[in-house]
């Protein structure tokens, strides 16, 4: 898979969430959004240690292969080399893409947030894969980031031509509105794994994004 994905199936991009259901764990609440249609899952661990991170990474990488979709790292370039991830995702203040490649080689995917326009550029630049642009909205999962509006959204459609994902407080409520500001492609976590029913979330964002391509 790697670099091969086929863009025009990812939609959708969900992220984990450690606690969001109680007695549940990560990987089945993360296969309830495969059934829903979910096109990349990412294994986002921000407390766990090394060694959990990497039992849920192994865990995820069976199931992604099940479902034929990608599977991305956050943090650890590491782990998704020992696991044969797809590839890893950075933040602004991580490792650099270059360093990140020099680990990973060309096979592998290599994404980043972005919060303006300058990132984007940049990101493009020096050989991101893909990017996510947000926070759109306020969301608790990233606090105390501005929200960055569906105007940075518009502008990312207009300024880079690799892939992008919006993010942030997206939810079924407003996804009409970034899909209108330009975004092909959502990407969230407590609005999908946060809910009662994930499958289902899935496919009504779905089912927004296909309506939008009608419409066009
Ligand atoms: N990255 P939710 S916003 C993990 O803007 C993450 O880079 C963001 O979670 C960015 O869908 C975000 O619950 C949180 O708002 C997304």
């Known amino acids: 898979m790697s670099k091969r994905v ?3 199936k990812i939609r959708l991009y969900v ?3 450690q606690d969001a259901h109680p007695g549940k764990s990560v990987t089945d609440v993360m296969e309830q959004t ?3 249609g979910a096109g990349m899952l990412q294994l986002r661990n921000k407390t766990g240690s090394r060694s959990e991170v990497l039992e849920q990474a192994r865990a995820l ?3 992604t292969r099940r479902y034929g979709v990608p599977f991305i790292v956050n ?3 590491d782990i998704a080399l020992e696991v044969d991830a797809d590839g890893v995702h950075l933040g602004q203040d991580d490792m650099s893409i270059k ?3 020099a680990l990973l080689g060309d096979d592998k995917m290599i ?3 972005t919060h303006c326009a300058e990132h984007a550029i940049e990101a493009e630049r020096e050989g991101a894969d893909y990017i996510g642009v947000g926070p759109v909205f306020p969301t608790n999962t990233k606090p105390g980031k501005a929200a960055v509006t569906t105007a940075y959204v518009a502008e990312a459609a207009s300024l880079v031509s690799i892939p992008f994902v919006a993010i942030g407080g997206i939810t079924t409520d407003n996804a009409d509105a970034v899909i209108s500001a330009g975004a092909k492609r959502l990407c969230a976590v407590s609005a999908i794994v946060g809910s009662e029913d994930p499958a289902a979330v899935c496919r009504e964002l779905l089912y927004k994004l296909t ?3 009608r419409a066009e």
Do not use: F
């Open 6 to 8: 086929d863009w025009e």
């Open 61 to 63: 990488r069976v199931l």
């Open 34 to 36: 495969l059934i829903g």
């Open 99 to 101: 360093e990140a490649r």
């Open 15 to 17: 992220i984990t969430a």
């Open 211 to 213: 309506a939008a391509d």
């Open 75 to 77: 943090d650890y370039p």
């Open 111 to 113: 994404g980043i947030s």
